[in-house]
């Protein structure tokens, strides 16, 4: 999604660097008349390595970010004064986790409990935050066996989320990366567009998509009410000001378009039980993370009407627990699991791995998949799923405290089950038991009166 950080030592520095090590070249290669000591030289080779170390120390929070820094609890309950929370305006926060490696902190608003990172970086910072590997190949990200599970899944997500639309119906993907999504909306016969912000992060995208880069959506030139319907999956919480980033999709999108926005969910259960552990943090990247209510707070002030939350996603959220859990428990690098299933494992953490540590991950995974998925499929039953995808339209506003649920629907909203597959029938089986938090699997729909 963003390009790769060039951030270096600065020419200051360097010249400083250069000088030292010419003023040692030529004291040591000109054979002046005086004879040089060699303790002289190995005091001047000191002193240039002194140089380059105090020139990487002062850029140490921008040179070399980790991809998976270490996230730590702060626990001396805290706070700080920081600017409007963008879902309620209140200014204090709780201070919750530090990072590994840089001084922003993870903070969560006193008042509503969105999270975000404090201080707030501008722009060059949150691209020194990506390093390369964080894209992987064009074609393929992941491992064969789960690229074929990310593909599939992106099929399945986009005919439930837009497969209605008549066909030709114009579909944009913000943040579309590789394309995954914008193949599946092809196939679905819509018009795919897609926006990123390099090329890079947009290559191996299908051709047949409409692809344009910007830095930010509001310079796309998108015209008004262009779109049917747009995506955001798992872009929102990477945004420095996703409030703007809404406005401008209430201009490109027709008034009773669908706007589908997936998030990690802040106030789940997997988040809650694994704290600082918990793998869709991505910090320092994620630099909002919601909760269903703040982010119907949100959508609501832009006149969006929210419309469906769904907690089931079967992939992420099974890998969140079992990510998460390893994080605590295996004794290996942050996201060493996730790493290792990243296509191609020269990936720096991998190869720091011992055999004995890759064959505790790989057990881990395969052992601990079925379970982590029956757990997900508990914690969408209980309405807390470790991310969320909701479905709002342009055009109705929704009040903040609004609450939908199956035994009392919001007025011109009838509820059925999301669908008849399997999965959804046996977690119809399961709400049963589960009274109250029906509206995890069921579908809210709303009309317009
Ligand atoms: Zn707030």
């Known amino acids: 999604m963003l390009s790769t950080p060039e951030t270096q030592l600065s020419s200051g520095d360097v010249d400083a660097v250069v000088q030292a090590a010419g003023h040692a070249a030529s004291a040591t290669s000109k054979g002046q008349s005086q004879i040089r000591r060699p303790q002289d030289t190995l005091a001047e080779i000191e002193s240039i390595e002194q140089l380059i170390h105090d020139a990487e120390s002062d850029h140490a929070d921008t040179f070399n970010i980790p991809e998976h820094p270490a996230v730590s609890l702060i626990g001396d309950d805290s706070r700080v004064r920081t600017s409007p929370c963008i879902a309620c305006h209140s200014t204090s926060a709780r201070r919750l986790y530090s990072i590994g490696g840089v001084s922003e902190e993870l903070v969560e608003c006193e008042s509503c409990g969105l999270g975000s990172i404090f201080p707030m970086p501008d722009s060059d910072r949150i691209q020194s935050f990506y390093p390369a590997e964080y894209y992987g190949e064009p074609t393929a990200k992941f491992e064969p066996l789960v690229e074929h599970g990310v593909r599939l899944g992106a099929k399945m997500r986009v005919k439930s989320f837009v497969g209605d639309l008549p066909s030709g119906s114009k579909v944009l993907d913000i943040g579309c990366g590789r394309g995954v999504m914008l193949r599946a909306l092809l196939d679905l016969g819509h018009e795919a567009h897609g926006v990123e912000i390099t090329h890079e992060a947009a290559s191996g995208a299908d051709p047949g998509a409409q692809i344009r880069i910007a830095p930010e959506l509001a310079k796309a030139g998108y015209e008004e009410n262009a779109f049917d319907a747009v995506i955001m999956w798992h872009v929102l919480e990477h945004l420095p000001h996703p409030e703007q980033t809404l406005v401008e999709i209430r201009r490109i999108l027709r008034p009773g378009g669908r706007l589908i926005l997936a998030v990690p969910n802040f106030g789940s259960l997997q988040s809650q039980r694994t704290a600082n552990d918990w793998f869709h943090l991505d910090l320092p990247r994620h630099l909002y993370h919601f909760t269903p209510e703040t982010l119907q707070r949100l959508l609501a002030s832009n006149e969006f009407h ?12 099974s890998f969140g627990w079992l990510q998460s859990i390893l994080n605590r428990v295996s004794g290996t690098p942050r996201n060493s699991l996730y790493s290792l299933l990243h296509r191609g494992g020269e990936h720096p953490v991998v190869q720091n791995l011992s055999m004995r540590q890759r064959l505790k991950l790989k057990l881990g995974y395969w ?17 807390q799923g470790g991310t969320i995808t909701v479905t709002a339209t342009l055009g109705r506003t929704t009040m903040p405290n609004e609450q939908f649920s199956t035994s009392n629907p919001p007025r011109s909203c009838s509820v059925r089950p999301f669908s008849s597959s399997t999965i959804y029938s046996a977690a119809r089986f399961f709400c049963s038991r589960f009274g109250q938090h029906q509206r995890a699997v069921f579908k809210v729909e709303c009309r317009q009166n």
Do not use: C, F, I
């Open 367 to 383: 052992l601990g998949l079925p379970l982590a998925a029956a757990v997900s499929l508990y914690e969408a039953v209980a309405g």
């Open 306 to 317: 929210y419309e469906s939350v769904r907690h089931m996603a079967m992939l992420q959220n």
